[in-house]
């Protein structure tokens, strides 16, 4: 089973099989992460995916950049089948996807028991 960790510094983490490779997504010109990244962390958090609908102004746009990541995840991790299951309009990861514990915010029990 592959699984795909959504981290920091527009990473992705991607284990199968005992064996770990790491990949991270460009900057854009304005120095934010791509569109893929926020659609991983999308997907990470909400573990599905939704193209906006046929007659919003940006179905084209977002469509494709959907279907980028699809194509991306596809040469990252060599699988026998598509990434994604589709389900009444519904993309659901054929893999596991997570947010990275590297993303996740301090426990307040953490901030308790610190010294000063």
């Not at 010109?29 to 791509?34: D, P, Q």
Request: aromatic share 8%; with cysteine; net charge positive.
């Amino acid at each position: 089973m592959v699984r795909i960790e959504v981290a920091s510094g527009g990473r992705l983490i991607l284990s199968s099989d005992g064996q770990k490779k790491e990949f991270r997504f460009p900057k854009t010109s304005r120095k934010i992460h791509s569109h893929g990244y926020a659609i991983m962390m999308h997907l990470a958090v909400h573990q599905e995916w939704r193209n906006p609908p046929s007659n919003a102004p940006d179905h084209d746009k977002v469509r494709k950049r959907f279907l980028r990541v699809e194509e991306l995840l596809a040469d990252l991790v060599p699988v026998p089948t598509e990434p994604f299951r589709r389900v009444r309009g519904v993309f659901v990861p054929v893999f596991k996807i997570a947010v990275d514990t590297d993303l996740a915010p301090c426990s307040p029990s953490k901030h308790l028991h610190r010294r000063f």
